[in-house]
């Protein structure tokens, strides 16, 4: 059967063997830096626009990134700062992620209904949000190498790539997002803050989840969360 795998998994296009080399004048060979399991004509290589969709938002940043940073050699920052972006991009790919952005201490990514599915996106975000914090040594014997601390929300977002000319970047944005990073703000080392609109799809999993409502900045009401901790394996 022609193309044969491996492929990209929205648009199919082939990216080895006797398709790939057809396909050589176009991008669709290239796997994305976003997944590798999609191609650059699905994320990089696409126009210039995009649209409104319904989103899911997590963020995941590395507590106490300030003091660690301060005595420690720029070297041995960045070492630890990419093996956590390594291990991030691993989980959420295999979780069917968009990676939206590698920045400083902190780790963006999008889970959207036409690649993670319509009816899995959030389960598969929430479990993606968990799968990092196993990962780094959470919910587990030993003491965890990375204080980590995720938020996680969903919503309607603008979702595409957005720029001038070359310089684009496929990414999502809205209030959605900006929850989600406040959220994230909130957590502790080996905590998952999520909106309950999350908390919806993820209660059967952690039905001892802590209720709480948050005052996030630039938020004008209180916005009602979910607080899970990794000190046991969820029931």
Not at 131 to 160: H, I, M, S
Request: net charge neutral.
């Amino acid at each position: 059967m022609w193309p044969s795998a491996p492929r990209c998994g929205m648009c199919m296009a082939p990216f080895k063997g006797i398709g790939s080399v057809l396909f050589k004048p176009l991008p669709f060979t290239s796997p994305s830096r976003k997944n590798p399991n999609w191609c650059r004509v699905c994320f990089e290589d696409a126009p210039i626009g995009g649209a409104e969709v319904s989103t899911g938002v997590l963020f995941a940043d590395m507590r106490g990134y300030t003091s660690y940073a301060e005595s420690r050699s720029p070297g041995e920052v960045a070492q630890l700062l990419n093996r956590f972006y390594s291990i991030a991009t691993e989980v959420f790919a295999r979780h069917d992620a968009v990676i939206d952005k590698l920045a400083g201490d902190e780790v963006m990514a999008l889970w959207l209904p036409g690649f993670a599915g319509r009816d899995q996106y959030v389960p598969k975000m929430v479990s993606g949000a968990e799968a990092l914090l196993r990962a780094v040594g959470y919910g587990g014997d030993g003491e965890p190498w990375l204080p980590l601390g995720l938020g996680l929300d969903t919503g309607r977002a603008y979702v595409g790539n957005v720029g001038v000319g070359a310089v684009k970047d496929f990414t999502a944005l809205g209030d959605v997002v900006n929850t989600a990073a406040r959220l994230q703000s909130q957590a502790r080392p080996g905590q998952i803050v999520m909106s309950e609109r999350v908390y919806e799809s993820a209660s059967d999993r952690y039905p001892a989840a802590l209720s709480v409502e948050l005052e996030l900045k630039g938020k004008s009401e209180p916005v009602a969360a979910r607080i899970i901790e990794l000190s046991a394996p969820a029931a």
